[in-house]
């Protein structure tokens, strides 16, 4: 026999034998409950990766601790897509294929959900985004959920914020191109604004891992606007923050979640604090279960978390609870559990999917402070 062969027959015949003792292929009724996530663990955005799989390991270990599901463990792996489109879509594919996962948890940025969750979809594999805000993410098709309320709520809670509180007349945007949450939440934002009488005075763009934002930030001071808005993930917002100051444009910065990490303020320095951005989840204002959850992730991690690891915790809970009620561990059973969620008690808050599989929830907004965030307000959803 060819050896390539012999050991093509060998693998086949460990993994039955595999399967008979239970210990991870596909298709087996007892043995781990495998669930796959894919997350941006390096690359520009690693701190959303880092931050959500501490929430995921906190949740499954818990569940673990009481007794696992249908007393079978949890068991979860996870792949790291560098924060790339196509990663994220191999990713996917291989948490299906290799690992066997019944459900996936993933991605955090918005135009990697995308991504993996049409595979998951033409899978039909359940996924659950702790915290893509893009519409479109969940209008893929019935297996792609969210526990993170969208972005045309989030650009009105910012813009509401800006007219109502801080009574800004002219606001600049300034757009990442190649993200489509950026893009999604500037075109929600102005609608919003100037829906409520403000006006855009000027509207610059750039590209995510740009370093350089000075002919943009000449062209919005320029403008005379009284707060820049940019809906952007935390590297480059720190930089811009640093790049404005030194211009001169002493105007705050306005933005959404993907602002959040420590990595801000590491980059930003001062001249990121006394900026705002609305988010899911505001460390110094939880709510009593939030307070149990900061308390434990400290003791694990010293530090507070920010909101994509509650976020995570939350999609991975309410994973467990739509197992816990199907009949059988299945993607179909488990899919069909997870749209009925109602009234899930989460830390970031009461969680029930809509018809759309979005859940409606109120956002925070935060100003950034010299030593952390601070919770300003919370705008509910209209
Ligand atoms: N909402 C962002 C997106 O859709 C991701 C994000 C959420 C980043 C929360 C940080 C915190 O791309």
Redesign the pocket.
Known sequence: MHVRARWTLILAAASVLACVFAVGCKGKSNGDIVVGSFLSMSGG?AD?GTESKRGFDMAFEAANAAGGIKGRRLRLENLDDQGKAEEAGSAVNRLIDRNGAVAILGE????L?LVGGRIAQRRGVPMISP????TQ?TAIGDNVFRV?FI?PFQGYAMARFARETLHLQNVAIFTDVR???SKGLAESFRNEFTHAGGRIGVEQSYSQGDTDFGAQLTAIQAANVQAIFVPG??QEVGNIARQARRLGLNVPLLG??????PQLRSIGGHDIEGSYYS??FAPDNPTPRGRAFIEEFRRRYHQAP???AA?AFDAANILFDAMRRAPEITPAAIRTQLAATRNFPGVTGVISMDANRNPIKPAVVLRVGPTGDVFETTIEPR
Do not use: E, K, M
């Open positions: 955005t959303f955090v940025a918005s135009s959900s915290s893509s805000t893009n993410v993170c972005d993200s489509d949450y993930y935390y959404g979640d993907g602002w959040d990490s988010n899911h920010t909101s994509l976020q």
